[in-house]
């Protein structure tokens, strides 16, 4: 395994909070960011990746979707998103693809698409080793640096070598779609405090996360938060009887910045309503799925457990 020297390794430090979970000695050799980022040794942090009105207008889109499901209400209805007509309790955890257009209207779409470009913009401009380590399609050593598959094993299929002459960042993959998403992603997530919504331990097998509270901690909910285990590959997917090494709650707005091997968990919800904005990806590959390469295009294809319970 490579030494890494957290205290040298970002100019960002001044910016942006890095948020170690693994311990370093001063002697440690420096490696670039991008690097400690694929080895699930640290969650970046990057403040006002949304603006406080993007947070509210997709906070209340989501909760009309939540209201119209629960409800089985149709789009059309006049009535739909009056509380008084409630007629069922939501679930402790709902999920709503965002390019669901049952769900969200053409301008939340493009709301989201807007705060990824943005997220994408700073990681390109201001940490190009995320790009060099984890999706540059000509690197030899692209399938080295890959998450495990679902099935706990090594990527073996690399992305087309001549796509990095038409795409050399990760707005170009994302403009030129030649991203692989996690199901149903970009999505945005509602966990309900009075059921105590969460979502368990697993890690999302794709290069990158980026995570995006909607709603602020004591202001709009309590307990919550995304929890982290350190170990990487080494830590199970669902590290039973272990308790989170690492529990991060920043301001709505704040994206969360981690690789694809890092065990998390959406931390139990005692109290409001916590709701996050989130999506995985990888470079695109000849052996991705069909039904992971939509992105924000309708219409998305979704397993029966991808709403939540």
Not at 236 to 253: F, I, Q, T, Y
Request: charged share 25%; with cysteine.
């Amino acid at each position: 395994s490579r030494n890494k020297n957290p205290a040298s390794c970002c100019t960002l430090r001044a910016h942006h909070e890095l948020h170690w979970l693994e311990e370093f000695e001063d002697d440690d050799e420096e490696v670039p960011l991008g690097q400690s980022i694929a080895d699930g040794e640290v969650i970046l942090c990057l403040p006002k990746a949304a603006m406080e009105d993007e947070c509210e207008s997709l906070l209340q889109a989501a909760q009309e979707a939540e209201y119209r499901r629960t409800n089985n209400f149709d789009n059309d209805d006049d009535d739909y998103y009056d509380s008084t007509t409630t007629t069922a309790q939501p679930a402790a955890r709902s999920r709503f693809s965002v390019a669901d257009p049952t769900a969200f209207s053409t301008e939340s779409v493009q709301q989201c698409e807007d705060i990824i470009l943005r997220v994408m913009d700073c990681l390109d401009e201001q940490v190009p080793s995320i790009y060099d380590t984890l999706f540059w399609p000509a690197s030899e050593t692209w399938c080295d640096w890959q998450p495990l598959d679902a099935a706990g094993n090594e990527r073996t299929v690399p992305p087309d070598a001549n796509l990095a002459n038409r795409a050399d960042s990760l707005r170009e993959l994302y403009e030129q779609g030649e991203l692989e998403w996690s199901e149903g992603e970009p999505a945005i997530n509602i966990y309900s405090g009075d059921l105590g919504g969460a979502f368990g331990p697993h890690k999302d097998h794709l290069a990158l996360t980026i995570l995006i509270p909607l709603t602020s901690p004591d202001v709009s909910f309590g307990g919550g938060g995304t929890g982290f285990w350190a170990g990487n590959r080494d830590t199970l997917e669902n590290p039973e009887g272990r308790e989170a090494d690492l529990v991060l709650k920043p301001e709505a707005g704040s994206a969360l910045v981690f690789g694809g091997d890092v065990t998390h968990a959406g931390m139990p919800v005692d109290a409001g309503i916590r709701s996050v904005f989130v999506c995985s990806f990888s470079t695109r590959t000849s052996a991705s799925p069909s039904d992971r390469l939509h992105g924000l295009k309708a219409p998305p294809v979704t397993s029966a457990n991808f709403k939540g319970t």
